[in-house]
């Protein structure tokens, strides 16, 4: 049974930084990762993905701020977060897509950036 758990959330002043881990468990075949955010009210949206062959892609809004990366050996994904500002308050949620096979999520860890 595919898992995903993520943790590193917590509360920190604008400006400083955060990595948050989504730690993967049942598999270690190749896949698709992404990290999202949640406010309340608003829908999920997408912060930073990580392809099979390595790409990146990352929302505007945190283009040069965030980084996404995967460590193979520990079956880990990280999302590197700095400047972070307060309108990044969000339950951040980490994300698994392998093709034909199906979609997970983790069950989300909180971030709240004061200002």
């Known amino acids: 049974q595919v898992k995903l758990v993520e943790s590193g959330g917590g509360l920190v002043q604008a400006g400083e930084s955060l990595t948050l881990s989504c730690a993967v468990s049942g598999t270690t075949a190749t896949g698709s990762y992404g990290w999202y955010r949640q406010v309340p009210g608003k829908e999920r949206e997408l912060v930073a993905g990580?392809?099979?062959?390595?790409?990146?892609n990352y929302a505007d809004f945190v283009k040069g701020r965030f980084t996404i990366s995967r460590d193979a050996a520990k079956n880990t994904v990280f999302l590197q977060m700095t400047d972070l500002k307060p309108e990044d308050t969000a339950v951040y949620f980490c994300n698994l897509v392998r093709l034909l096979r199906g979609e997970w999520w983790g069950q989300g860890t909180q971030v709240t950036v004061s200002s």
């Open positions: 990580l392809s099979t062959t390595g790409r990146t």
